[in-house]
């Protein structure tokens, strides 16, 4: 019965093209179908989709890190964690990330990718998000592309948040 419902969604997504729906297939986020709702307001622990700003959307394509899509650059969308909010301290460790004290899991400082290039860092220490900016973080992927690489993210650059619908797994797809 759920792999039925799956299959008739992902029918209708391809039917109505139109239907705000996202398919993550990106190893950054959970593989699953997603629902976009509208960001009014932003939390920690949302999901979002967001683009990144130009020079570092073009710095990572360049480097094979992101292909083309829909944002206004011509680069695809990220999918990443809300850790920290306007006002919120966030503090880098050589080992570890905090958010107003409290530990955040899967943080790991990367300072060259898997071809040995070196990597854009925002600098050790604490630091705290300014008003109409986010934390992001992608605590499934030690090394994948958030804030930690590129600092904070402008919440104008969050175009949806995602709601997850259908988890792929290699059984097929089910409800989490």
Not at 38 to 45: A, F, L, P
Not at 109 to 132: C, E, F, K, N
Request: glycine share 8%; aromatic share 6%; net charge positive.
């Amino acid at each position: 019965m759920k792999h039925a419902a799956a299959v008739f969604l992902l029918l209708i997504w391809f039917v109505v093209p139109k239907l705000p729906l996202r398919l993550n297939l990106s190893p950054s986020a959970p593989k699953a179908l997603y629902l976009e709702h509208k960001i009014t307001t932003v939390h920690r622990g949302d999901l979002v989709a967001v683009c990144l700003p130009t020079e570092v959307a073009l710095w990572a394509s360049n480097r094979g890190y992101l292909p083309t899509g829909t944002c206004p650059d011509g680069i695809q969308p990220v999918a990443k964690t809300v850790v920290a909010i306007a006002g919120d301290l966030v503090h880098l460790y050589d080992d570890a990330l905090t958010v107003n004290g409290q530990s955040i899991a899967g943080y790991e400082r990367i300072a060259t990718d898997s071809g040995g290039r070196p990597m854009l860092l925002q600098p050790i220490g604490p630091s705290t998000v300014p008003a109409g900016y986010v934390w992001l973080h992608s605590g499934r992927t030690p090394r994948s592309l958030d804030s930690r690489i590129y600092g904070v993210i402008p919440q104008s650059n969050l175009t949806t948040r995602l709601e997850l619908l259908w988890k792929l797994s290699g059984e097929g797809t089910h409800v989490e």
